[in-house]
């Protein structure tokens, strides 16, 4: 079943690369890097946040998640990765690093990372515990469409002097996504024979596609985006690190099954910061009838507080 939803994934990037993005490359390379994709070495793309109304990650038949027999994130420890010349520009960073510095500083502890205890693995239970180990601002150019996810891998591997087995390092390009049906996604490897996963980020200042509409006036937009895509990465990497963690029979992952669908208009971090994120899939909720409705109407999404 993972295979078909693979597949499906693959052909959805291929049509997102193909209709041209910002411009910038020519459909041949775009088509040529996502026929790369599928080569056998290629890390998967996996949790892929499908953008708001983009087909994709939703609504199963099957409601319930299945563990695959891998291992899940007991802990993990994070640093964050700014790619692109832009980062060097202040206007351009805004609030954006020190916010999400400030998000994966507040996040470990949280009753939103409680979201995904319910899970387990061959190596234990999921907690929330996050140690986080800051940010570093990479000002060489960042590939300037969807990249492939070997390219991202080779980024953490260069820019992470000390990886680690339950390392998450989340990197967020300058680049936006063009019409790139997708905002973010996470993926697996290693580094120097280390196991890692990482995440990707595209830019998400006035896309409307990745924004999950945060008027708090806490954040700017896009660190509201940011945030809210961080979050559902964050979540996913933990409980399904390496593919052999909780997705159901469609390949959805605990928070694509609640994608773009929010519990409270904030939450409240362990350090008392405020984040409007979506909430998660419990199976344990969705058996007792006790959480909010994901997009296709199935009460399973844990998240409230
Ligand atoms: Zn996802």
């Known amino acids: 079943m993972r295979t078909v939803h693979r597949t499906f994934t693959l052909a959805a990037a291929l049509a997102a ?3 041209g993005g910002t411009g910038q490359d020519t459909s041949t390379s775009t088509t040529s890097e996502a026929l790369d994709a599928q080569s056998s070495h290629e890390p998967p793309m996996l949790g892929i946040h499908w953008a708001r109304g983009e087909a994709g990650g ?34 351009f960073v805004g ?18 990372a409680g979201t995904n205890t319910e899970y387990d693995g061959t190596n234990g239970l999921v907690t929330t515990a996050v ?10 150019p960042a590939p300037r469409q969807a990249p492939k996810t070997s390219t991202i891998l080779n980024e ?13 390092y989340p990197v967020y390009v300058d680049t936006p996504r063009g019409h790139t049906r997708y905002c973010a996604w996470h993926s697996y490897g290693t580094c120097n024979g280390v196991p890692v996963q990482f995440g990707f980020f595209f830019h998400l200042d006035g896309d409307p596609g990745c924004d999950p509409q945060d008027t708090s006036g806490l954040h700017s ?26 997705y159901d029979s469609s390949g959805s992952e605990n928070a694509d099954k609640c994608a773009w669908t929010f519990g409270a208009p904030l939450l409240t971090f362990s350090d008392g910061t405020q984040w409007k994120v979506q909430g998660n899939w419990s199976n344990a909720a969705y058996s007792a009838g006790t959480g909010y409705p994901n997009g296709a109407g199935q009460d399973g999404c844990i998240g409230t507080k």
């Not at 038949?61 to 640093?79: C, D, E, F, R, Y």
């Not at 986080?132 to 060489?140: A, E, L, R």
């Not at 820019?159 to 339950?166: G, Q, T």
């Open 131 to 140: 140690s986080y180990g800051g940010s570093q601002v990479d000002s060489s």
């Open 95 to 112: 609030d954006k690093i020190g916010g999400i510095d400030t998000f994966y500083g507040g996040i470990g502890g949280s009753s939103y």
């Open 58 to 91: 939703q609504a199963s038949t099957s409601p319930l998640m299945t563990w695959h027999g891998g291992a899940i994130l007991t802990t993990t420890a994070v640093q964050a990765i700014f790619w692109g010349t832009s980062w060097s520009s202040a206007s």
């Open 156 to 168: 953490v591997c260069a820019r992470i002097s000390n990886p680690v087995a339950n390392g998450f």
């Open 221 to 246: 937009q896009g660190l509201a985006a940011l945030a809210n895509v961080s979050g559902h990465e964050f979540s996913e990497t933990m409980t399904d690190p390496r593919n052999g963690g909780w």
């Open 17 to 19: 690369l193909s209709c």
